[in-house]
């Protein structure tokens, strides 16, 4: 593939979230380029949101920076890098290496958290590095092993459009992922017999596509999804033969559920009408998958919300 400026065409990824869709550059000429979605990508079949549509605009060198600048003045880069020095040197002076923090970018490969958590520990020695990384998806990183021994994601994209009942949790799928929740929505009107529920305190642009809405109180995910678990166990749709070899601590986890379960109504708050009707929907539903969004993550307990969803 060549555009009209003779340089090739370049099959990329998007970087503006987690989707991964593929993009199309065309190299204009002019440090820009024209930007079009991959149509043989499986993430995103040629869609792209507003965001990655605009990528081409962001390629260009007008108002970057190109060069160092102390106090708003051009520096060298010898000089930039000894005033950063001077002030680490003060700081870790006056008030001792726990002074000092770095808070790193969540766009950086694996190379570069290697080099910024060395220089932070070895060279630094402060532990005080951190990213959005870690309020993105460590608390999903630390349930996945808790849940599976390894950090991995059970599902792919087309099981989004395959299941018979998607539960979307504390995720507006609508604005964070577009491309995602318009491949969901499509999928809706192609089969309307799938049916989407959105567990969101807020009411979002999600909820659009939703047969129900939970609306429930802000941290109450866990008593939601244990109430849940034990409603599953009382109609017996436990795979006997699936907990007894496939699962540890199976029981505990039940004995956990049945105890937290009584309260969960006064804890999210939700109307009998809207347990029950959740209840019913999962119980009667073969395939279900449940997606969660980084409203979900962030939170002080965000790992055992997600461990209560696995389990």
Not at 194 to 199: D, P, Q, T, Y
Not at 203 to 217: I, K, S
Not at 249 to 264: I, V
Not at 279 to 295: P, S
């Amino acid at each position: 593939m060549e555009c009209t400026t003779g340089t090739p065409a370049v099959r990329t990824t998007c970087p503006c979230c987690g989707l991964g869709c593929g993009v199309i550059a065309e190299p204009d000429g002019r440090g820009g380029a024209a930007i079009a979605g991959d149509p043989a990508h499986t993430a995103n079949h040629g869609r792209l949101s507003s965001k990655g549509a605009a990528l081409g605009e962001t390629l260009d060198l007008v108002d970057r920076l190109l060069h160092p600048e102390v106090n708003g003045k051009r520096a060298s880069w010898d000089f930039a890098l000894d005033a950063v020095a001077a002030g680490f040197r003060r700081a870790f002076e006056c008030f001792g290496q726990e002074s000092v923090a770095l808070y790193v970018s969540g766009q950086q490969p694996t190379e570069g958290y290697y080099a910024a958590n060395k220089i932070a520990k070895g060279v630094l020695g402060t532990g005080n590095i951190d990213s959005n990384s870690r309020l993105c998806m460590a608390s999903a990183v630390a349930a996945h092993i808790r849940a599976f021994g390894e950090d991995v994601v059970p599902c792919t994209y087309e099981d989004l459009e395959c299941c018979d009942l998607l539960v979307l949790v504390g995720s507006n799928l609508a604005w964070c992922n577009p491309v995602l929740f318009r491949r969901v929505a499509a999928a809706k009107a192609a089969r309307p017999e799938l049916r989407i529920v959105v567990v969101d305190p807020r009411r979002t642009a999600t909820c659009e596509e939703a047969d129900l809405h939970l609306p429930l109180a802000p941290g109450s995910d866990v008593a939601l999804f244990a109430a849940l678990l034990a409603k599953l166990e009382r109609r017996g749709l436990g795979e006997e033969t699936f907990l007894a070899t496939c699962t540890e601590g199976a029981e505990r986890a039940l004995a956990l559920a049945r105890a937290l379960a009584p309260a969960a109504a006064r804890r999210t708050g939700l109307d009998s009408d809207r347990f029950r009707a959740f209840f019913d929907l999962w119980c009667g539903t073969e395939r279900v998958v449940t997606l969660w969004g980084q409203g979900f993550d962030q939170s002080v307990a965000d790992t055992d919300k997600a461990t209560a969803i696995v389990n």
